[in-house]
């Protein structure tokens, strides 16, 4: 005889690593997320595991390498955001930007340079 009852939500999220809350490669805080539990707790197991066997920085390491960054990391508005956006002109460009940068430069050293007599 089975059991018909309805089964338990399984998860659909994918382990990414964190960018957004991450100390050394987003690794600790990517697992966290992804089993919802305190990243603290996640990296006070890993810091032990390292120390007692090491097979915690092979696995780390192995992690590091293979996880990709959460693409959502920095849509969340409740989340710390470690980047900033560049803004030039009317419309943002960068191309904008870099000419106003340049601009400012110039302007800046002619100011600065003294007159030859």
Do not use: C
Request: without cysteine; aromatic residues 8%; charged residues 25%.
């Amino acid at each position: 005889m089975t059991n018909q009852g309805p089964s338990p939500a399984r998860r659909n999220a994918k382990l990414y690593k964190d960018p957004a809350n991450k100390k050394i490669g987003g690794v600790a805080a990517g697992v966290a997320n992804y089993f919802e539990i305190d990243v603290t707790l996640v990296r006070v197991v890993w810091a032990l595991a390292i120390l007692v066997g090491g097979f915690g920085l092979l696995l780390y390491l192995v992690l590091w390498a293979i996880l990709e960054d959460d693409p959502g990391a920095y849509a969340d508005p409740a989340r710390p955001v470690e980047a900033t956006a560049v803004h030039g002109g009317d419309d943002g460009s960068l191309e904008d930007a870099h000419e106003e940068i340049e601009a400012e430069t110039f302007a800046s050293d002619l100011g600065d340079t003294p007159t030859e007599s």
